[in-house]
């Protein structure tokens, strides 16, 4: 294996599961995978995967131990990335952040641009994504996450707690009423889609009423909060995005405490020294540790 193209094709198609989602995140198209994939396996004259139904790839033994080597190899490769980027002390070049859709619509955008009026040289890249992207592998360099970093290599802080209620439109509510002693089976209800599985308040919710009690639902907390100021129902949202929205007022008095959670900045802990890092902890962190009341429900209204 002298082409360390090779070793990374197989690793993706390893890592994807089939060739077409490899091939996207090796940013090729999918016919020039297949030839360098048969040209391999012509090479070192074995199957390196399997072709299951349904368009599947498994690893055969070969396949695996060349995936095993490639990991290897892109850990050093990472690991010196981070090593560099580490003892770099200049306020310029790329910043690639990483949070979730309702932070970003409610209060990261306009502290970014406290950010980038301070200093200009750094450009921001904001991936908003609802996955725990890998700092590891540089997807991000820093991330906005609701959860307590577990990776023994992260290094970060717990900003504030996030605090979570009820919220409708007041002519919803006129007509309606509001939610007493948790009765929401009695009110139309805003959701997530049925297979929104791993996200605790759509759990919660799923607990507590039947299928029948949803009007709506959609995988978008923003499009939820959208939903509720349109009048279709009492939707369930993070209070720093509902107490911000004058279209919506809250359809139960107190938080839910069973949906407390947290809001962490995280780097990786070999970048924690890099300029551009420093100054977005000290600088974007510092502002949202601000907004603490919003995010901890304290500022209803």
């Not at 049925?194 to 996200?199: C, D």
């Not at 939903?227 to 007022?249: E, H, I, N, Q, S």
Request: include cysteine; aromatic fraction near 6%; hydrophobic fraction near 50%.
């Amino acid at each position: 294996m002298k082409d360390w193209n090779d070793l990374k094709l197989v690793l993706a198609v390893q890592r994807a599961g089939g060739l077409t989602a490899a091939a996207k995140l090796l940013g090729i198209d999918h016919s020039t995978a297949f030839r360098r994939l048969n040209a391999i396996e012509a090479r070192i004259g074995a199957r390196v995967f399997e072709r299951l139904p349904g368009g599947a790839y498994r690893a055969t033994v070969a396949g695996e131990r060349m995936a095993a080597a490639a990991e290897r190899m892109e850990d050093e490769a990472l690991a010196l990335d981070r090593d560099i980027a580490g003892r770099d002390h200049r306020l310029t070049g790329r910043l690639r952040v990483t949070s979730s859709e309702t932070l970003a619509y409610s209060r990261l955008t306009h502290h970014l641009a406290a950010f980038r009026a301070q200093h200009p040289g750094i450009m921001v890249e904001l991936a908003i994504d609802n996955r725990v992207l890998s700092l590891s592998r540089r997807e991000a360099d820093i991330a906005l996450r609701p959860i307590r970093p577990k990776e023994a290599d992260l290094w970060g802080r717990k900003l504030a707690g996030v605090a979570w209620s009820l919220y409708a439109a007041p002519a919803y509510l006129a007509d309606h009423g509001p939610v007493v002693d948790g009765a929401l089976a009695e009110q139309a209800l805003i959701g997530w889609e049925e297979m929104a599985a791993g996200i605790l308040a759509a759990e919660w919710l799923a607990r507590q009423v039947p299928v029948e009690a949803f009007a709506y639902r959609t995988n978008s907390l923003v499009n939820q909060l959208v939903a509720a100021k349109a009048g279709m129902g009492v939707a369930l949202l993070p209070c720093y995005l509902g107490d911000r929205d004058a279209g919506v007022v809250r359809a139960a008095t107190t938080p839910i405490a069973e949906l407390a959670g947290e809001l962490w900045i995280v780097t990786h802990a070999d970048l924690k020294a890099t300029a551009r890092v420093r100054a977005f902890f000290d600088l974007v962190g510092d502002a949202l540790v601000g907004d603490r009341d919003l995010f901890e429900g304290r500022r209803a209204g």
